[in-house]
């Protein structure tokens, strides 16, 4: 029973990783590069990415509650709460998991703080279809490409550590 809800929380995570990563990664470029897209606005690609952001909170709660169930099993089986969640540093794997979960909780921080301080004055400046101040919009928009790059650098930091054999 503990190797199907592994199996199912490992190919969860790696669905829900591969959504959320690959969309902050498209969408960093996409925003931070609106300049070579001349035929494009600005408002253009935020009102998209805003529309996006659904899907982007469905995969990275999907990705959490996966690793919750995945990490304990595979890092300490056996272990009763809450010492299955213990990160400790010990050898290399461990010290990969342990930077792996810091990443990975500043990934999850981040992002709250995108979707609240970085796009709502977005949402604030683009209602009814129009821009109501356009300096102020793009002072926004030039936030919100600075956050989702750093954001795009953390998903793909977890994912990389995830690759050379952190846990989680």
């Not at 990664?25 to 253009?44: K, S």
């Not at 899907?55 to 089986?77: D, F």
């Not at 990443?103 to 129009?130: I, K, M, T």
Request: net charge positive.
């Amino acid at each position: 029973m503990v190797l199907s809800w592994m199996a199912a929380a490992t190919v969860a995570a790696a669905v829900a990783a591969t959504i959320h990563v690959g969309g902050l990664v498209v969408w960093a470029l996409l925003i931070n590069f609106r300049g070579l897209l001349a035929h494009v606005p600005a408002e253009g690609l935020v009102r998209v990415y805003r529309g996006w952001g659904p899907v982007q909170g469905l995969s990275l709660g999907v990705w959490i509650a996966a690793m919750l169930v995945k990490y304990p099993m595979q890092a300490h089986p056996g272990k009763g709460f809450p010492d299955c969640y213990r990160l400790v540093w010990g050898g290399l794997i461990d010290q990969l998991t342990f930077v792996r979960a810091v990443c990975f909780g500043a990934l999850w921080v981040s992002y709250l703080l995108l979707e609240v301080w970085s796009l709502e004055p977005c949402r604030q400046l683009d209602r009814d279809g129009r821009v109501s101040d356009p300096a102020r919009y793009a002072a926004a928009v030039g936030r919100v490409s600075r956050h989702l790059a750093l954001n795009a650098l953390l998903g793909l930091a977890v994912v990389a550590l995830g690759a050379f054999g952190a846990r989680g």
